[in-house]
């Protein structure tokens, strides 16, 4: 392997739509996405169970495609223009906008975002390191419109 390809850095993302810089931790931009339900909460109201089977299924092919990215894949998937969006749309999330509260046990350097499921539906996620953690399935895009 590559000496270069394993390295691992610390830098900082522009979305395009926004300019707005985003800082993730060190990230091998190479790496397939990796998820964890470490911080979802069971029973919630934006919880899988709280879905019909087929907005479940839906939900679970957009995990699979994230899982199938590189972190330099899914952040490229960034953009506000509707003419330019494509894949999981990944975006930052405006925290002070949302209609539910932050997790209490998430570090506030955790940032919250989201990825587009469907034209409806987002997976909300906050990430830290090489791991985003999966917060809320968003069946009618609520959260935050």
């Known amino acids: 392997?590559?000496?270069k390809r394993d390295k691992k850095i610390s830098a900082s993302v522009q979305t395009p739509a926004t300019g707005q810089n985003v800082q993730p931790a060190q990230i091998d931009w190479?790496?397939?996405?990796?998820?964890?339900?470490k911080?979802?909460?069971p029973g919630?109201?934006?919880?899988?169970?709280?879905?019909?089977?087929?907005?479940?299924?839906e939900f679970k092919e957009c995990l699979k495609k994230l899982t199938e990215y590189t972190y330099q894949q899914l952040f490229a998937t960034s953009n506000k223009d509707p003419k330019l969006k494509q894949g999981l749309a990944w975006e930052m999330v405006n925290e002070s906008g949302m209609k539910v509260g932050r997790p209490a046990q998430l570090d506030p350097s955790m940032?919250?975002?989201s990825v587009r499921a469907?034209?409806?539906m987002r997976l909300f996620l906050t990430q830290k390191g090489n791991v985003f953690y999966i917060l809320w399935y968003d069946k009618d895009h609520e959260i935050a419109p």
Do not use: H
């Open 39 to 41: 911080y979802s909460n």
């Open 1 to 3: 392997m590559s000496r």
């Open 118 to 120: 469907t034209q409806r």
């Open 44 to 57: 919630g109201r934006y919880c899988l169970s709280d879905c019909n089977a087929q907005q479940v299924r």
């Open 30 to 37: 190479q790496a397939q996405v990796v998820v964890s339900f």
């Open 111 to 113: 940032r919250i975002s």
